[in-house]
């Protein structure tokens, strides 16, 4: 019996925290690996609306982004609060020759493609739920335009589907 | 050392962005080389006109108010037509090669024969329709096809059609064969003011 009360007097024992170190440089890893850098900087606000039948955009190297949101609160003592375009990283603050930029602009992003991938460009459309279709159609005919003819309308995959049945 | 590596993990931890894009893939219709001042002469039965207004409000087949959990159903039977009505598109006879022997269902020779829609879905939106609900509209009519082309491949090749690998040869062409029995037909005209309506 003497054993058990002698080990009761010792009180808690501590964590071995040898192993610490490995596990913290385990997660480490796994965050550098998994992470992937922001390239762009979003200058409009941009809620995609929500749908069902979206599939995930493979082959990131062939995809362009356009964004259309009204500016974030920031920039809107420059910009105004009219919706505006975004093409990768710079805004298009000019009306009415927007258009023309999108074309530029996706005949550029075409020129940096390899010859093999330039049939299969993709552009992701990321527009905020709440704007108007003649900005989008707008965009869209530029995209007829410059042969651009893949597009990806960005969407979330709704989640709460039994809601609706 | 636990220190640093502590560091670096809030770091990356901040720094990580791990959305994966998803979105619905579509293709725009190439412009036409040079006007065409024909139009092109499709029956009217064959045309699903949907159109959304200024108020996010939808009309298909000149019914005013159609609720949106509505418009997949009714596509569907759009594209199927079920009971050969008179009001909905004309099915024409087509043959479509599958690889020989990938189903129990077709003949050896893997020809699937059987009727096909003619039909062809029109989308119209008012310049000030809201995107979200042009999105909206545009998944359930993508819903509904997928859903066709989901239930035949459940009926022929006991799969879903999701489930199909585009890489690899016999099931790539299994999904193009499916995918001209079932035809992602929408046309878009450009938005015009669609007043009032």
Redesign the interface.
């Known amino acids: 019996m003497a054993k058990f009360i002698r080990k009761k007097g010792k009180g808690a024992q501590r964590i071995n925290t040898a192993s610490l170190p490995d596990i913290i440089f385990m997660l480490l890893f796994f965050f550098m690996v998994s992470t992937t850098m922001r390239e762009t900087e979003v200058k409009v606000q941009v809620k995609v609306p929500e749908a069902s039948e979206v599939k995930k955009l493979e082959q990131k190297k062939l995809v362009s982004y356009i964004y259309i949101g009204r500016p974030v609160g920031p920039l809107q003592g420059l910009y105004g609060s009219e919706p505006m375009i975004q093409l990768n990283d710079k805004l298009v603050n000019k009306e009415g020759i927007a258009e023309d930029e999108v074309q530029d602009f996706v005949l550029f992003e075409r020129e940096q493609l390899a010859e093999i991938d330039k049939s299969r460009m993709t552009v992701s459309l990321k527009i905020d739920e709440d704007i108007p279709m003649g900005k989008v159609d707008d965009v869209k005919q530029a995209l007829r335009r410059a042969k651009a003819l893949i597009i990806n309308y960005s969407a979330q995959r709704e989640y709460e589907d039994q809601g609706r049945l | 050392?636990?220190d640093i590596?502590?560091l670096?993990?809030i770091f990356?931890?901040v720094?990580?962005?791990?959305d994966?894009?998803?979105?619905?893939?579509?293709?725009?219709?190439?412009?036409p080389e040079e006007e065409q001042d024909t139009e092109v002469k499709v029956n009217k039965r064959n045309v699903l006109v949907v159109l959304i207004n200024r108020s996010d409000q939808l009309m298909v087949r000149g019914e005013f108010g159609t609720r949106l959990?509505e418009l997949k159903r009714i596509t569907m039977e759009f594209f199927t037509n079920p009971n050969n009505s008179q009001d909905l598109p004309e099915m024409e006879n087509k043959e479509v090669e599958f690889p020989p022997g990938s189903s129990s269902m077709l003949p050896p020779d893997g020809v699937w024969r059987g009727q096909v829609s003619k039909g062809v879905i029109s989308l119209q939106?008012?310049?000030?329709?809201?995107?979200?609900k042009?999105?909206?509209v545009?998944?359930e009519l993508?819903?509904a096809v997928?859903q066709l082309r989901n239930d035949f491949c459940e009926l022929y090749f006991d799969k879903e059609y999701d489930e199909l690998n585009e890489n690899n040869p016999v099931e790539k062409e299994i999904k193009e064969g499916i995918r001209e029995i079932y035809k992602m037909n929408i046309s878009e005209a450009?938005?015009k003011n669609i007043q009032g309506l």
Do not use: E, K
């Open positions: 050392m636990a590596a502590f670096l993990l990356f931890l720094a990580t962005t791990m994966v894009d998803t979105g619905i893939t579509r293709l725009l219709p190439p412009i959990d939106n008012d310049r000030s329709t809201t995107y979200g042009y999105l909206q545009q998944n993508v819903a997928n450009t938005p």
